[in-house]
């Protein structure tokens, strides 16, 4: 699996964002870097996929359902507590605060971070090509 450099805007005073250092790759520059390896959540992915166009909650949970192919049937207590995390680490943001509802929309952060994430599961099927190869 890559090594990602990943971190959050209270860094911003260092020079990366997103490295991909089995590749040398740098994918965004201006921010300072932290080590991660783990991967996004599947909840993590399809909330940021989801929130491609702007939503609240309720509407959220649909467009999930939607994108995944009805594979995915996600609870309000795992949405709002990944809404949560996703702010605070500030890949969304709220557009709209009626009282009633928040409607949310991702961030260039959420958006990069969503690309990266992409770009591994991609990898990670083309690695297991082997499987195909053997059958």
């Known amino acids: 699996m890559a090594a990602l450099f990943v971190l ?10 997103l490295c991909d250092i089995s590749r040398g790759i740098i994918l965004k520059a201006g921010w300072k870097m932290s080590y991660t390896s783990s991967p996004m959540t599947e909840a993590m992915y399809y909330i940021l996929l989801a929130l491609m166009n702007p939503n609240h909650g309720y509407q ?10 009805g594979r995915i049937k996600m609870g ?8 949560t995390r996703l ?7 709220i557009l709209n605060d009626d009282g009633r509802r928040k409607t949310y929309a991702i961030t260039e952060d959420g958006r ?7 770009k591994r ?6 690695d297991g090509v082997i499987l195909e190869e053997r059958s």
């Not at 959050?8 to 964002?17: A, E, G, L």
């Not at 309000?76 to 809404?83: D, F, K």
């Not at 599961?121 to 083309?126: G, N, P, T, Y």
């Open 8 to 17: 959050t805007k209270k860094y911003r005073h260092d020079s990366i964002m």
């Open 60 to 69: 959220l949970m649909a467009a999930i359902e939607q994108v995944s192919n």
């Open 76 to 83: 309000p207590g795992t949405l709002y507590g990944v809404l």
């Open 87 to 93: 702010q605070k680490d500030e890949m969304i943001v």
């Open 112 to 118: 990069t971070a969503l690309n990266v994430e992409y």
């Open 121 to 126: 599961l991609k990898d990670m099927i083309q």
